[in-house]
T-cell receptor, first 114, second 116 residues
Framework: GENVEQHPSTLSVQEGDSAVIKCTYS??????FPWYKQELGKRPQLIID?????GEKKDQRIAVTLNKTAKHFSLHITETQPEDSAVYFC?????????????FGTGTRLLVSP | GAVVSQHPSWVICKSGTSVKIECRSL??????MFWYRQFPKQSLMLMAT?????????EQGVEKDKFLINHASLTLSTLTVTSAHPEDSSFYIC????????????FGPGTRLTVL
């Protein structure tokens, strides 16, 4: 089955710096890669996603890149703010297969210091 | 749109009792719902996939007789933790996919279960 690895496990940056979180996946058939932000005790919130027919997607300060050949994808947050502090999870899935099961990475705790 | 609710938000129970958690899609119909468990400082682990009108599909290592899932309608799935023990204490989160939708999962707010 699919296995998703995520690095780093913790990331501390100064406000205004950029943050990059990387994930690798094992199943070449995976074709949907969402990123979730989870604050303590709250539900995961989708912040951006990318499908395998696209190499990069951007939404304001957040961008995701996908390298299908290397089977890795990354989350880029620019101009970080203290409210970006949270745990971020990447995930991989095979859509259009009937069961869109998400396999999550282990999470990255991002701390943005003022 | 695409709001998922869970009830209760937290529950404390005695060891050996059963606890039922509800997951509802409030403004859409969901043919598929998922149940996850999340231990402190860990990732979300899929427990089972719940399809309306059929039996749930459990992940390897998840006891189907202990974690009973019922998806009786297009807006409601329930998870019953039977004979709960302290090791079942966790954060249980459901998610739902819009009927006819392809990929985006909408998550509920989670239920924190504490078994004494």
């Amino acid at each position: 089955g699919e296995n998703v690895e995520q690095h780093p496990s913790t990331l501390s940056v100064q406000e205004g710096d950029s943050a990059v979180i990387k994930c690798t996946y094992s199943d070449s058939a995976s074709n949907y890669f969402p990123w979730y932000k989870q604050e303590l005790g709250k539900r995961p919130q989708l912040i951006i996603d990318i499908r395998s027919n696209v190499g990069e997607k951007k939404d304001q300060r957040i961008a995701v890149t996908l390298n299908k050949t290397a089977k890795h994808f990354s989350l880029h947050i620019t101009e970080t703010q203290p409210e970006d502090s949270a745990v971020y999870f990447c995930a991989a899935s095979k859509v259009n297969t009937g069961f869109q099961k998400l396999v999550f990475g282990t999470g990255t705790r991002l701390l943005v210091s003022p | 749109g695409a709001v998922v609710s869970q009830h209760p938000s937290w529950v404390i129970c005695k060891s050996g009792t059963s606890v039922k958690i509800e997951c509802r899609s409030l403004d859409f119909q969901a043919t598929t719902m998922f149940w996850y468990r999340q231990f402190p400082k860990q990732s979300l682990m899929l427990m089972a996939t719940s399809n309306e009108g059929s039996k749930a599909t459990y992940e390897q290592g998840v006891e189907k007789d202990k974690f009973l899932i019922n998806h009786a309608s297009l807006t409601l799935s329930t998870l019953t933790v039977t004979s709960a023990h302290p090791e079942d204490s966790s954060f249980y989160i459901c998610s739902a996919i819009l009927a006819g939708g392809r990929d985006t999962q909408y998550f509920g707010p989670g239920t924190r279960l504490t078994v004494l």
